[in-house]
Every structure is written in C-alpha cells, then in structure tokens.
C-alpha cells in the first residue's frame, strides 16, 4: 500500500469538501485501489437517526437497493462498530477484528443479513463525522484476509483530514446560511443575473466543466471564470457549487436561464457570440 497516494486521495477529497465540490465518489475508488479492499462503502447520513442514508460503493457489490439499505439500517446496532461509536464517540478506525473474532462475528445478525451474502468476512470503518443531526461512515470491506495494524494506522491521518474538511465545510455552510436569512428580502430580489451569467450556470448545474461550458459556448475558460467570479460576488459565495445551489434557490423575480429559441441556440451549439 503506497501510504503517499492514499494521502493525496485523501487530499483531494478535502479540497473538494472545502470548496463544496462532490468527493464521495473520487474518494471510494481511491480508497479501493490504494487499501487494496473489495469494497468501499461511504454513509452520507444528514439525519441519521431518522433517515435513511446516502451510500455511495465501490467495488462489488457497487450498490445496494433501497431494502438492503434498509435491513442494514434496521440492524446496524448489532455491528461492533457501530456499537462501539455509539456508546464512545470514538471515531477512529477499527477493525471488526478489534471487538470480535470472526467465528463470534458470523453469528450477528448483520453478518448473516448484511454481509455473508456478499462474503464480506472482514470490515474496516472509520467515521469522520458524527454530530446529533448528521454522520458520515466509510467502511472498507474485504472477502480473503483481514486488514493489518499498518493498513488501520495509515487511515487514521485520512479520517483526520477528511473530519477537518467536514468541519470547515459545515461551519462555512452554517456562517453562510445566517448570512442568507439576515439579508433583507429586497437585498436579495435585486441580485439579478445576466442572460450570459444564466447560461454559464445552467451548463455548470448539468455537470459540465469549466472547459466544457467554454466550449459549448464558444468563448474562453477565461471569460467562463470571469462570468462565474461575477457571480460569487452577487450571490456572495465561493464556490461553482455553490453558486449552483444559490442560483436553483432564486425566485422567479431573477433573470432565468435562456429559454425557447435561446435554450436552443445553447443546446444546439449555435450561440457562438463571446458575451
């Protein structure tokens, strides 16, 4: 296991929280390649008590359907794991190993529900958050061997720098939202955007690029940040993601993305003008 590359995956990932950018994804194939696991599981949980979570796998199985999630839910107090968080607040990563042998493990409900299916036979988890309303899990799995003592202290810097960032992020939003609600209602009727400034977030809030949108549109990535930075500045965030998320909570009264022929013009590529 190349401990550097786990570290720039992990890198990564932070950079991507921090500036409110997907990260689920890139970070469970990275952590399946470099650790060397079968599978890969990560648990977006915004209300974990109540609510079902957001998983995000890779590796085999790469999903699970909405009942197994929901029979995991059901019986993830029986994980050690889990268990083990609950009743410490001990984030850190451990093995299921480290609570249990496996012989005692396989009797589990969750074993034999969740797992023996698939033959998981041994699992490593770390939560990087965990707070009364939300909690982020990944668990590593793995059929033939356990993890080793190496392979478990390697991911204790990437728990760690993945928490930062989940941290940071959660104030930003936090600072961010009690921003929003003091801005009187007027303030924010008259952020309006431009035809070209509605465009360039349409094609962003679709999954193209920076580069992508530079070409559907015929004009310079250069220009598209400059559009972009004229919309950090009237929507008073910092981030493509974010500017996503204010432009799709806009009231009707602000300029829309084209429409009819213009919306055409744009699908089509014909809308080649520089501004």
Known sequence: MNEANLLRHALHAARAIVNNEPF?????????HVVGADCVCIDI???????TPLVTMAGEPNALSAGEIDQWMALHADDPYIGHLL?????????????????RFRQTPI???????????????????ITDEDMVIIGLTRRLHDFSDRETRALHPIRDLIA????????????????????????LRRLTLTERE??????IATGHTNDQAARQLGISSRTIRKHLEGVFGKANVHSRAAAVAWWI?????????????ASRR??????????
Not at 45 to 51: F, K
Not at 198 to 203: C, G, I, P, S, Y
Request: charged share 15%.
């Open 249 to 261: 909570r806009q009231p009707p009264g602000r300029t829309q993305a084209p429409t009819g022929h």
């Open 198 to 203: 509605n465009q360039v977030l349409a094609l």
């Open 24 to 32: 689920v994804s890139d970070l469970a194939e990275g952590l399946l």
């Open 266 to 275: 744009l699908a089509s590529g014909e809308d080649r003008t520089g501004f």
């Open 87 to 103: 009743a410490t607040g001990d984030p850190l990563p451990y093995r299921t190993s480290d609570f249990m042998t496996f012989d």
């Open 111 to 129: 074993y034999r529900e969740v797992f023996a299916q698939y033959g998981m036979r041994h699992l490593l988890m770390m939560t990087p958050r």
């Open 164 to 187: 930062t960032a989940l941290d940071y992020q959660a104030q930003i939003s936090a600072i961010q939202a009690k921003i929003s609600a003091s801005l009187p209602a007027a303030s």
């Open 45 to 51: 949980c915004p209300a974990w008590r109540t609510q």
